[in-house]
């Protein structure tokens, strides 16, 4: 029983190793790809030559790595108001507490040239995802990401 055990687990532990997943769940907020709607949620797959988004199983952009011509990140920090007022209303203290706390989000854009066409988008990315994601997008396209915070705009 023991040995079957063992051979059992011999044979399912590599396969679950190599059945991760290559997607990131992300958020899209905006950008000129027609069939989406700003705050769905969807993967992106960062694959060797291109980069995929998938809404369920359908495909609903595909983009050539090389046509890449920009990745920005930016970061938006806000505090936390609606829970600390939510808090305050149990325990004044806990809900001052609250008011300093502060949250981050991360968002990453991409903007690209394939041909005559051209498109961007933003994503809004998990907080344990965005360094990944950013240094998957550097490595198949050899771009360096903007970080949009640093950037000032001039009128």
Known sequence: MKSFVALLL???????AFAGDNSYKVVYDGGSIQSMKSGMDVRLFIDADRVRI???????????????????????????????IGLAVI????????????????????????????????????????????AGLEGITGKKAVDSDAMTVKN
């Open 54 to 84: 998938m809404n369920g199983k359908t495909e609903v952009a595909n983009i050539p790595a090389a046509s890449i011509t920009e990745i920005s990140y930016g970061q938006d920090v806000h505090r936390r108001v609606g829970a600390a």
């Open 10 to 16: 011999c044979l399912f532990v590599p396969v679950t």
């Open 91 to 134: 325990s004044l203290g806990i809900g001052a507490l609250m008011l300093l706390a502060k949250s981050k989000k991360h968002y990453i854009g991409l903007t690209w040239t394939d041909g005559d066409k051209k498109g961007g988008f933003a994503m809004q990315c998990d907080k344990s995802d965005y360094r990944g994601e950013l």
